[in-house]
């Protein structure tokens, strides 16, 4: 199973990456539990775990304990600031 | 169906264009509104840059022109966002409807530009004299977000 992780502005500058592919995912395999894998392995801190982060999940909001399915993509952005 | 129409785009806004296609685009229309955000300067201000998530952003605005057009009733939607650098003054996003009746027509577009802030995927980076910073979204913001989310009637 592999799911695509996306990042968006200041978390993208943070992580200093725009994407990344996992292949070994936490089990089981939550968004919750994807962003405290991916925190442990990168230099995001606690910047993952903020309830500020919205995670979109294939195009929509999501909640964190949603389970994800081989070939999903999770973006986590900052809060939104539009208009 | 009500015609919506979403453009986001790295191109500077047409607002004649934008006006003109709701002005006049039904004989039923005897109200046209709009909002226009624009960049403002001061506080060192130099320049805006804004990001989004393509394909996913243009979907969460054509679901609230949807959602706009199925709350009041309207003829025709037009949201237009800019992306990428801009300069003190440009627009930023065109927000107009088009309806038989102001009072629809100008709530439309207050519920669009009050929930496109908070909800629609797009990130604010300013450009200053003393450094680069990305935006958060104030109190204000979401408490005019939630006014129209809670009260859907």
Same mark, same amino acid.
């Given at each position: 199973?592999?799911?695509?992780?996306?990042?968006?502005?200041?978390?993208?500058?943070?992580?200093?990456?725009?994407?990344?592919?996992?292949?070994? %995912?936490?089990?089981?395999?939550?968004?919750?539990?994807?962003?405290?894998?991916?925190?442990?392995?990168?230099? %995001?801190?606690?910047?993952?775990?903020?309830?500020?982060?919205?995670?979109?999940?294939?195009?929509?909001?999501?909640?964190?304990?949603?389970?994800?399915?081989?070939?999903?993509?999770?973006?986590?952005?900052?809060?939104?600031?539009?208009? | 169906?009500?015609?919506?129409?979403?453009?986001? &785009?790295?191109?500077?806004?047409?607002?004649?264009?934008?006006? @003109?296609?709701?002005? =006049?685009?039904? *004989?039923?229309? /005897?109200?046209?509104?709009?909002?226009? /955000?624009?960049?403002? /300067? /001061? +506080? @060192?201000?130099?320049? $805006?840059? $804004?990001?989004?998530?393509? =394909?996913?952003?243009?979907?969460?605005?054509?679901?609230?022109?949807?959602?706009?057009?199925?709350?009041? &009733?309207?003829?025709?939607?037009? #949201?237009?966002?800019?992306? =990428?650098? !801009?300069?003190?003054? +440009? *627009?930023?996003?065109?927000?107009?409807?088009?309806?038989?009746?102001?009072?629809?027509?100008?709530?439309?577009?207050?519920? !669009?530009?009050? #929930?496109?802030?908070?909800?629609?995927?797009?990130?604010?980076? +300013?450009?200053?004299?003393? @450094? +680069?910073?990305?935006?958060? *979204?104030?109190?204000?913001?979401?408490?005019?977000?939630?006014?129209?989310?809670?009260?859907?009637?």
């Amino acid at each position: 199973m592999a799911v695509t992780v996306r990042f968006f502005a200041a978390l993208r500058d943070k992580v200093g990456c725009t994407s990344l592919d996992v292949v070994d %995912l936490p089990d089981p395999p939550t968004i919750d539990a994807l962003a405290a894998q991916v925190s442990r392995r990168s230099a %995001l801190g606690e910047a993952l775990m903020q309830p500020t982060v919205r995670v979109i999940l294939n195009g929509a909001v999501a909640d964190r304990a949603a389970l994800l399915r081989d070939h999903d993509e999770v973006a986590f952005c900052p809060p939104f600031s539009g208009g | 169906m009500v015609r919506c129409e979403v453009r986001v &785009s790295d191109a500077p806004l047409q607002l004649a264009t934008l006006l @003109g296609e709701l002005a =006049g685009c039904d *004989p039923d229309s /005897g109200a046209v509104a709009s909002f226009l /955000g624009q960049v403002r /300067g /001061g +506080e @060192g201000l130099t320049g $805006l840059e $804004l990001e989004h998530y393509p =394909g996913v952003t243009e979907n969460v605005l054509r679901r609230l022109a949807h959602d706009a057009a199925s709350r009041w &009733s309207l003829l025709r939607v037009s #949201v237009a966002h800019r992306v =990428g650098l !801009m300069s003190i003054g +440009e *627009p930023i996003v065109f927000v107009g409807t088009a309806a038989p009746h102001r009072r629809a027509a100008l709530e439309a577009v207050e519920f !669009m530009i009050d #929930v496109l802030k908070t909800q629609a995927p797009f990130w604010k980076k +300013e450009y200053t004299i003393k @450094g +680069e910073r990305w935006i958060e *979204p104030r109190h204000e913001d979401h408490d005019a977000a939630s006014y129209w989310l809670q009260n859907k009637d």
